[in-house]
């Protein structure tokens, strides 16, 4: 890639137009074939917003009154969406292979609190004071006033005594309330979660635009609907947003649940990771379906369902993650004759598995999951809201009688030559990738 092109990019990515097309249905088939990337023009930049450090309350003013959700968001990807050093170690190398050209390409969404007061860059966050080290924390989110592009960080700020929400009925001695529509809408959280390659236009993240396509997008179903509650089919949570505040049905649960397990696990909140995983086991079904041939082929017919998501699984930074298929045959006396999708010595999944993820092709159109070295989008075999994927195995049995089929869908949150890079860079042990099973199907088979 031209370093000197993307740096110039970089400075007016917020913006670029939106105007992009659905993505295309999801086809059955082994591997689809590499997609252009999106075409986006580049639009004149004007000023980024910046205000003086020290205008955002640090997240420690608001732990008095909103205890309960302060230590949910404590615990939270969010609040440490800069500190932790999965992230720290990709947006180094990142600002190192482009001369610092991806500081306010990444930076921005995990602490845009430095990068809305100036002190982003330098990108190893030397100029940070404490509260642009807390990540996501209140009073960004809360003094929002709109959005003005949807992906890049594009939320409009207004620090002050004005604090925003869902709601405008509640009374505070410190600050005032005032109701935002924005902050009861998809598009407060699209614009971080929709990443468009400043150079070249390819979506590096696409949840927003993935959802806003989707039936979920056009029935009104938000992120805050899902990401809000404290686990998968909970949509009550009664109590108070304050120490005084007023009994409610229902307060927003601020721990932001998705499929980050292995880092929650990592920094020992058991009890988030726990909620992660209950959200992916959540999200999908595997079916099975089976004919056998004369000659002891077995066909079986794998469908994997999302039927509790409302994007693609996976989202996100879905090129660092991995969901796949694990399959297994054991014949009546339980001894295996077919596997596919395990886990080898070295705790990496069987390379010739059948995989549901993303990838980019870099500049000498080879597969890579570094988003700031894409140049197209190489591989991309996702399961869309209320979609499904089907993978047919052959199977030969090497003996007439019964067998048991296992199938179980899968899914690391970081890939394991991800997490030995990052052992390798630092020289500092990492916790080995964890794998959440999702779904499971079984079936008896005679031949």
């Known amino acids: 890639m031209n370093k000197t092109v993307l740096r110039v990019l970089v400075a007016i990515v917020l913006f670029l137009p939106t105007g992009c097309a659905p993505p295309a249905p999801v086809a059955t088939h082994e591997k689809p074939e590499p997609q252009p990337p999106v075409a986006t023009a580049v639009a004149e930049a004007t000023e980024p917003q910046l205000f003086e450090p020290g ?9 008095g009154c909103h205890r309960e959700i302060h230590a949910e968001w404590s615990k939270s990807m969010h609040a440490s969406a800069w500190e932790n050093p999965w992230y720290q170690d990709d947006f180094l190398l990142a600002h190192k292979e482009t001369d610092g050209a991806t500081d306010m390409l990444c930076g921005p969404c995990h602490a845009p609190i430095a990068a809305r007061t100036g002190q982003l860059p330098p990108a190893d966050g030397s100029a940070f004071d404490a509260t642009s080290r807390r990540g996501i924390s209140c009073d960004f989110c809360h003094t929002v006033t709109g959005v003005e592009q949807l992906y890049n960080m594009g939320h409009v700020s207004e620090p002050g005594p004005v604090k ?24 407060f959280c699209g614009a971080c979660h929709m990443v468009v390659h400043p150079a070249n236009g390819v979506h590096i993240i696409d949840t927003y635009e993935d959802w806003r396509t989707n039936a979920y997008g056009q029935q009104g179903t938000t992120c805050q609907d899902c990401h809000m509650t404290p686990g998968p089919g909970v949509t009550q949570k ?3 947003s304050a120490l005084m505040g007023i009994p409610r049905d229902n ?7 998705g499929g980050g397990s292995y880092i929650q696990e990592a920094m020992g909140h058991t009890e988030q990771a726990q909620l992660s995983r209950e959200f992916l086991k959540a999200a999908a079904v595997v079916e099975l379906s089976d ?9 079986l017919t794998v469908d994997v369902r999302n039927v509790g998501a409302g994007h693609k699984i996976p989202t996100g930074t879905a090129y660092i993650r991995k969901m796949w298929l694990q399959v297994e045959v054991l014949d009546q006396a339980g001894q295996q004759v077919f ?6 010595d070295n705790n990496h999944v069987d390379p010739a598995a059948t995989f549901f993820r993303l990838l980019f092709l870099d500049d000498q159109g080879r ?14 075999r996702r399961i869309p809201a209320n979609g499904k994927e089907t993978e047919v195995y052959r199977i030969p049995l090497p003996d007439q009688g019964a067998y048991t089929v296992t199938t179980r869908l899968m899914y690391r949150s970081f890939t394991q030559a991800t997490l030995d890079e990052i052992a390798q860079r630092s020289g500092h042990a990492v916790p080995p990738a964890e794998s959440v099973e999702m779904a499971r199907a079984q079936l008896n088979v005679r031949y």
């Open 55 to 63: 205008a955002f309350d640090s997240p420690s003013s608001c732990t």
């Open 164 to 187: 925003r929400g869902p709601r405008e009925d509640g009374e505070s001695l410190y600050h005032d309330i005032e109701f935002s529509q924005i902050h009861t809408q998809a598009e």
């Open 238 to 240: 009664p109590g108070r």
């Open 251 to 257: 307060i927003a649960f601020h721990g932001f649940i």
């Open 291 to 299: 004919a056998v041939g004369e000659d002891g082929t077995l066909e």
């Open 339 to 344: 596997r596919s999708g395990h886990i080898l």
């Open 367 to 380: 597969l890579t999951g570094k988003s700031w070295r894409a140049q197209a989008i190489g591989y991309d």
